[in-house]
C-alpha cells in the first residue's frame, strides 16, 4: 500500500548529520538524512549493521541532537513542533507525549517488575502526584498490552526471569503505554520467532488503524518490511528509497 497523497505529513527529517567524538576520533555515521512520513504512515528501515539505523531513530526520538552546521542546518520537524530546537524542557515533553521508543536493547529496569517496567513511562508522563491518580487506569492498560503480547502469567517476574523474546514483548508493550501518535521501533521483532512477531505487528496495524499509530521501524527481517508501506535504506548515511 502506497502512502495517499491526501494524508498529511506528521514529520520531516532535514539535512541531518552525525558524527560521533571519541577524543580525537572521529566516526561520521549520517551524512545528510531526509525523510518524510505521513500521519498513519508506517516505513520501515533497512540497512547494514552500523549503518547507523539506531542514531537516526535516536535523533528523530528527541535522545540525542544531530551536528550544528551553519552552512548545513538540520532540521527534524514533528506536526508544528521543530525537535531540533527544543530546549530540554520541550524535548522532555515530547518524547513523553507523543514518542513510544522500543530499544533495541529493550532498556527494562532490573530491578522492577514487568508490569512496573511497563508502567514506568505513565510514571515519567504523569509526575509522581500525577500518576497516583491514574494509577489503576495506567496499570490496567499495562495488564491489557501485556496480556495481548502473551505475559499476563509474567506480570510480577522481573526482566532477568524472562526470554529475550519476552523481554522485548515487554519493551514493546512500555512504548505503547502512553498511547503514542509516533511509534519508533528499533528492530521489535529481532528476538521473536515468524509467528509472534507477525503477531505483535497485528497488535500494532490493528492500533494504527483504531488510534491513528504512525510508525518508523529499523528491521533487518525482508518479510517484516513487506508489510510496511514503505520501506527505506540507509546507505553511506544517506536515505535510499
Ligand atoms: N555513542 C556512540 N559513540 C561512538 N560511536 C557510536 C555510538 N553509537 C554508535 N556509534 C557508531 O556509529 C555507527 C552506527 O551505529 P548504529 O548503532 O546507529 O548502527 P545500526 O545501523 O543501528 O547497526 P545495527 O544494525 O548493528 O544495530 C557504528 O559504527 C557505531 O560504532
Ligand atoms: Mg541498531
Wanted: aromatic share 4%; proline share 3%.
Amino acid at each position: 500500500m502506497v502512502a495517499q497523497a491526501s494524508q498529511s505529513e506528521i514529520l520531516r527529517v532535514k539535512d541531518v548529520r552525525k558524527t560521533y567524538k571519541l577524543g580525537r576520533v572521529k566516526v561520521p555515521v549520517l551524512h545528510g538524512v531526509d525523510l518524510s512520513v505521513q500521519h498513519k504512515e508506517w516505513i520501515t528501515i533497512l540497512g547494514a549493521s552500523g549503518s547507523g539505523k539506531s542514531t537516526l531513530m535516536h535523533l528523530i526520538g528527541g535522545l540525542d541532537r544531530p551536528d550544528r552546521s551553519q552552512e548545513h542546518p538540520p532540521s527534524i520537524v514533528y506536526g508544528d513542533r521543530v525537535i531540533t530546537k527544543l530546549g530540554a524542557k520541550g524535548l522532555n515533553q515530547y518524547r513523553s507525549s507523543e514518542v513510544g521508543f522500543v530499544f533495541q536493547f529493550y532498556h527494562l529496569l532490573p530491578e522492577l517488575n514487568i508490569l512496573q517496567n511497563v508502567c514506568i513511562g505513565a510514571m515519567i508522563r504523569h509526575g509522581r502526584f500525577g500518576y497516583t491518580s491514574n494509577k489503576k487506569v495506567v496499570e490496567q492498560r499495562a495488564k491489557e498490552l501485556l496480556d495481548r503480547f502473551g505475559l499476563s502469567d509474567r506480570m510480577k517476574h522481573r526482566p532477568a526471569e524472562l526470554s529475550g523474546g519476552e523481554r522485548q514483548r515487554v519493551a514493546i508493550a512500555r512504548a505503547l503505554i502512553n498511547e503514542p501518535a509516533l511509534l519508533l521501533a528499533d528492530e521489535p521483532t529481532g528476538n521473536l520467532d515468524l509467528k509472534t512477531g507477525e503477531a505483535i505487528l497485528d497488535v500494532l496495524t490493528e492500533l494504527r488503524e483504531s488510534s491513528g499509530l504512525t510508525m518508523v521501524m529499523v528491521t533487518h527481517d525482508e518479510r517484516i518490511a513487506a508489510r510496511a508501506d514503505r520501506v527505506i535504506r540507509l546507505v553511506d548515511g544517506r536515505v535510499v528509497e
